[in-house]
């Protein structure tokens, strides 16, 4: 990136990481309910260098499945996670 000012290049590197825990069986699948997301944004270059860090802690509290009206698009199964549904796998 090209600052607003002068002609030196400004670099900028982004890294996440997310840990989860505290898994329950809810219908018979494993899932996290707890974890820990940390994003780091780093800009370097020109004469000055910048570090930045945000942590999110979060929990779910509470787990459905079969939602009515909600589309099969906003959650995909596991491949291998076939139910039978109006005798349909």
Request: proline share 3%.
């Amino acid at each position: 990136m090209k600052p607003i000012k002068g002609n030196d290049n400004v670099f900028w590197e982004t890294s996440m990481e997310s840990v989860v825990g505290d898994y329950r069986y809810i219908e018979g699948i494993n899932v996290a309910h707890s974890g820990k997301t940390t994003a780091t944004l780093h800009r370097y270059g020109a004469s000055h260098n910048h570090k930045r860090k945000i942590e999110e802690t979060w929990m779910i509290d509470e787990v459905d499945f079969n939602i009515c009206g909600l589309s099969m698009d906003c959650f995909l199964p596991p491949a291998d996670l076939k139910r039978e549904q109006g005798g349909e796998q």
